[in-house]
Nanobody, 116 residues
Framework: QVQLVESGGGLVQAGGSLRLSCAASKTIFSINVMGWYRQTPGKQRELVATITSRGSTNYADSVKGRFTISRDNAENTVYLQMNSLKPDDTAVYYC??????????WGQGTQVTVSS
């Protein structure tokens, strides 16, 4: 079992920045993939960014060049640096972990609101 706790969400003006953190309850060194997803009311949860245990990253087209995902294995934490935020980035952001077992774990989510 892996417990994930997100933090760092909040209210920011368009053009501003936020950094989300996802703290895991156990070492993430061997977790194959960790990622950030987001969801707005009435819509499906969508991929924002993922990072593998080797550090390979993948981003949704809508956030490329603005968001950066990173992981600190020593701190068991994954980060999402979000710059040049837009109102369309408003959503609940969720952290996801997929260990080698294939199980999927989600955090409880953190709200990000970008005002115009």
């Amino acid at each position: 079992q892996v417990q994930l706790v997100e933090s760092g969400g909040g209210l920011v003006q368009a053009g501003g920045s936020l950094r989300l953190s996802c703290a895991a309850s156990k070492t993430i060194f061997s977790i194959n993939v960790m990622g950030w997803y987001r969801q707005t009311p009435g819509k499906q949860r969508e991929l924002v960014a993922t990072i593998t245990s080797r550090g390979s990253t993948n981003y949704a087209d809508s956030v490329k060049g603005r968001f950066t995902i990173s992981r600190d294995n020593a701190e068991n934490t994954v980060y999402l640096q979000m710059n040049s935020l837009k109102p369309d980035d408003t959503a609940v952001y969720y952290c996801k972990a997929v260990p080698s077992t294939g199980s999927v774990y989600w955090g409880q989510g953190t709200q990000v609101t970008v005002s115009s």
